[in-house]
């Protein structure tokens, strides 16, 4: 039996694929964020866009998984490359790219069997999510609260949303993500904000409430949406219930 290959993951979207390919003991070494069950004894190399690219080539990767989810990682990737390591670097725009994403990956470290079956699970699973509204919901996915930071048309959001028959409130701002004043917060006009800020320690719903828009406020961790992997599973189900309570509101 050949050795498994050494990885690295930038990104916690990248670690919960390789999780759930079951090559989670792979990894020798991982961004501070990553919280996927299995990377126990993986050094840990900084903030995804932080990354001590000494500590990570003293680990000896054979691959290194990067993706540009995070704004501004290509940064990081140039250092990685310059470091004359083997990157992987991913592009994810909707959930269809993410499950071409986990496709790649699993042929990338021999997993391609494994790739095959979590594709099959979660493209079933979001499938019985989906529900036909008399109007679809407007949501607005919040990543940060101060600016007022949202996921806009060129997000796996907008996917995900229209894949439970709702839709994304900015899908006709371009970008995948946007700043946005209050006003343009109301001109949006959402029928649900979903407060799913990136790296807060505490989601506080509340101070979106404060704001006075009268919208209902739900609260989804980032790792069940600002994650393109297999955890938006997580999100997608959250978000049905929310669209559900507001449906029968």
Do not use: Y
């Not at 407007?138 to 930071?149: A, C, M, N, S």
């Not at 209050?182 to 979903?194: G, Q």
Request: hydrophobic share 50%; charged share 20%.
């Amino acid at each position: 039996m050949s050795h498994p290959l050494r990885l690295a993951s930038l990104v916690a979207s990248n670690s919960d694929i390789l999780a759930a390919l079951g090559a989670a003991s792979w990894v020798v070494a991982v961004d501070h964020h990553s919280d996927a069950p299995g990377l126990e004894a993986a050094v840990r190399v900084g903030l995804d866009l932080d990354i001590d690219v000494a500590a990570l080539a003293a680990t000896r990767p054979d691959l290194v998984l990067a993706s540009l989810s995070v704004p501004g990682q290509e940064r990081v990737v140039q250092r990685v490359q310059a470091a004359g390591l083997n990157v992987m670097v991913l592009d994810p725009l909707s959930v269809t790219d993410t499950l071409a994403d986990i496709d790649s990956i699993g042929h990338a470290i021999g997993r391609s069997a494994q790739a095959a079956d979590v594709i099959v699970e979660l493209t079933t699973a979001l499938d019985a999510l989906h529900r036909i509204f008399p109007v679809p919901p407007r949501v607005l996915v919040e990543w940060w609260p101060r600016p007022i930071i949202a996921a806009t048309r060129d997000s796996w959001v907008t996917d995900l949303l229209s894949r439970l028959g709702a839709v994304n409130a900015l899908a006709e701002r371009a970008g995948r993500s946007s700043p946005l004043t209050l006003e343009e917060v109301r001109a949006a006009r959402p029928d649900l904000i979903v407060c799913s800020w990136c790296g807060a320690k505490r989601l506080r719903p509340e101070l979106i409430e404060a704001r006075g828009l009268g919208v209902p406020v739900v609260a989804i961790h980032e790792s069940g949406l600002g994650r393109p992997g297999p955890r938006l599973l997580d999100g997608a189900r959250q978000l049905s219930a929310a669209l559900g309570a507001l449906a029968s509101t």
